[in-house]
C-alpha cells in the first residue's frame, strides 16, 4: 500500500491521545494527581485528538459529506471508529471540564471515556485487521500493536507533562511509559516475524486463473499511471523499506526506552519531552512501515507496464 | 434471484481493448458526469477506467501462449468492498446483484479499494468520489434503448464476441451454459469472495493425424494402375468405424 499522510497521523495522533487519557485517568484513579494537572493533560489529549480528527478529513475526497460515515456501523468498523472518536472526545472534553471547573463526577466521565477510548482503539485496529487479503494486517498483532503503541505513547507524553508540571509523578507515568514501551517492542518485534513468513495466498495464477509455473505480465493495459498504481505501491527500493523498519525500531522503543529510563534518574523535564517527541516521529514512521509493507494482492495484476 | 455478470473467453479476446474503450465512452457520457482523463496527450497521462485489457505470457519460449485478459469489476457474490463502506454508498443491488457506489453518498475514503482484492475499483480525481464498472446499468435496465442493445457497452463493442453477458442464476443462460459447459472459472477463489464474472479457459485446438489417413487406399488412379499402389494394408482404423 502507498502509506497516506492523513491516516498515519490520524492514527498516532488518536492513539497517543487515548494513551494518555488512560495514564491520566489511572492517575486520578490511584489519588495521586491534582485536578490542576489532570485538566492540562486532558486539554493535551484533546488537542490530539482534534488534531487527529482534522487529519483524516485530508484522506477524504468529499469531506463535506463526512457526517454519512456514522450510518453503517452495522457492518463497518471505519463508520463504528467515526462514532467511536467522538465518543471519546466528547466525555474527554466533558472530564477535563469538569477538573478545570471542579464540577464533579469526574469518575463517571473518565469511566466511560475510558470505555469509549478502548472501543477506540478496537476500531481503528479492526479497520485494518479485518481486511483478510491484506494478510500483513489481518492479524490479532494489528489490534495489540494499536493499543499498546497508543498506551506507550501516552504513557510516554504523561510523563513529559509530569515532569514539567508535577515531577511527584514521573515515577508513576514513567514506570507506565516503560512497560507499555517495552510491550510494544516485542509485540511489534514479534509481528514482524510473523509478516516475514506470510506467504501469500494469491498469486499470479490464481489471480488470472492459469495454471502454469510460469506466467509472465507483458503489459497492464496502459503506459501512465492510475489509481491502481498510485494507490497500491508505495514506490519505495526494499533497502528504504528497511531502513524505515529499523528507524522505527530505534525511534519508538529503543530510544525512548532509554530517554526515559535517564529522565526520571536525571529528573529531567527536558529529556521527557525529547522521549515524547522521539517516540512520536518514531510512530510515524512505524505507521508508514505499517502500511508500505502490506502487499495488496491487486498488485498482481500490475507488474509490468508493458 | 437474478445476478447479472459476464463471462470472458479467454480463447476468443484478441486483446483489441475495444471493450476498453466502448467503456470509457459509455460511462464519461454518463449522468454521472465526466469520467477525469488527466494530461491525455501529455507524457504521463492518467485516467479512471472501469475496465482494462492486460496481456500474459505463459509458459517459456517457445512453449507459449499470449493471453489476453479483460479486467473489470466481477460484481462478487459476497463483496468485500460493501460491508466496509461507512456510507453505504458502495451497495449491491437486490434486484439484479449489480455492485454500485452512490455518488451523492460517497465520500472519497478509498476504504472499499482497499478491501477489493481484484483492485478494480477506481478514485475519480474528478469528482473525488470512488468509482467502478457498473455493468452499463443504465443501459441494461433501459427502458428506451433498442431491446438489442440493453447490453454493457463492452459486451456489443468487442469484436470477437469474447463477452457473454446474461444472469449467472438461471442455469438456462447463454452464461450459465457457457460457465457449465465450457469450465467458466472465478478469479482468485481463495478469498470466498465469489465473483459473478466468470472466465472461459484458453484451449488448445488440436486435430490428430493418423500416419493411414494421409493415403486413400482407395484412389481410383491405384486402382486403375496408373499410380503405384502402396503395399496391402492392414486392418486400419476405418474398419473399426462404425
Known sequence: MNPAFSVIFLTTLIGAAQGLFLALFSAQLAGLATPAFLATGGVVALALAVAGLVASFFHLGRPERAWRTATMWRTSWLSREVIALPLFMGPLFLWTLAHALGLGYTLVLGGFTALASVALFVCTAMIYACLKFLQEWASPYTLVNYTLLGLASGCTLATALAGLMAPELVGFFGAAALLFTALGLVSRWLSLLRNARLVPRSTLQSAIGIRHPKITQRAQGFMGGSFNTREFFHGKTPGALRSVKWAFLLGAFVLPLALVALGIVSASAGLLVLAFVVQYLGLLAERWFFFAQANHPQNLYYQTVS | ?242
Not at chain 2, 486483446?15 to 491525455?40: E, I, R
Not at chain 2, 443501459?139 to 440493453?150: D, G, H, K, W, Y
Not at chain 2, 447490453?151 to 456489443?156: G, T
Not at chain 2, 457449465?180 to 477463489?189: D, I, S
Request: glycine fraction near 8%; charge should be negative.
Open chain 2, 1 to 242: 434471484m437474478t445476478q447479472l455478470a459476464l463471462v470472458i473467453d479467454l480463447n476468443v479476446c484478441v486483446g483489441c481493448h475495444a471493450c476498453v474503450t466502448s467503456c470509457k465512452q459509455w460511462n464519461t457520457s454518463g449522468a454521472g458526469g465526466p469520467l477525469v482523463d488527466d494530461n491525455p496527450y501529455g507524457a504521463d497521462p492518467t485516467g479512471t477506467f472501469f475496465n482494462r485489457v492486460q496481456t500474459f505470457e505463459v509458459g517459456e519460449f517457445p512453449n507459449t501462449q499470449t493471453v489476453h485478459f479483460p479486467k473489470s469489476c466481477l460484481h462478487c457474490e459476497d463483496p468485500p468492498c460493501v460491508p466496509v463502506c461507512p456510507t453505504g454508498a458502495s451497495y449491491k443491488r437486490a434486484e439484479d446483484g449489480i455492485v454500485l457506489v452512490d455518488m451523492d453518498k460517497c465520500i472519497g475514503c478509498k476504504y472499499c479499494s482497499w478491501a477489493c482484492p481484484y483492485g478494480v475499483r477506481e478514485f475519480d480525481e474528478g469528482s473525488k468520489v470512488m468509482t467502478k464498472c457498473t455493468l452499463c446499468v443504465d443501459r441494461v435496465t433501459s427502458t428506451t434503448l433498442p431491446q438489442a442493445e440493453r447490453q454493457p457497452a463492452c459486451v456489443l463493442a468487442c469484436p470477437a464476441k469474447a463477452r457473454l453477458f446474461g444472469d449467472v442464476h438461471d442455469p438456462e443462460s447463454v452464461v450459465s451454459v457457457a460457465i457449465r459447459e465450457q469450465g467458466g472459472y472465478a478469479l482468485m477463489p481463495e478469498w470466498s469472495t465469489r465473483p459473478s464474472n466468470h472466465y472461459l479457459p484458453r484451449k488448445r485446438t488440436e486435430i490428430t493425424i493418423h500416419a493411414e489417413d494421409l493415403v486413400r487406399v482407395d484412389n481410383p488412379l491405384k486402382i486403375d494402375g496408373q499410380l503405384p499402389e502402396l503395399p496391402q494394408q492392414g486392418a486400419g482404423r476405418e474398419d473399426f468405424a462404425t
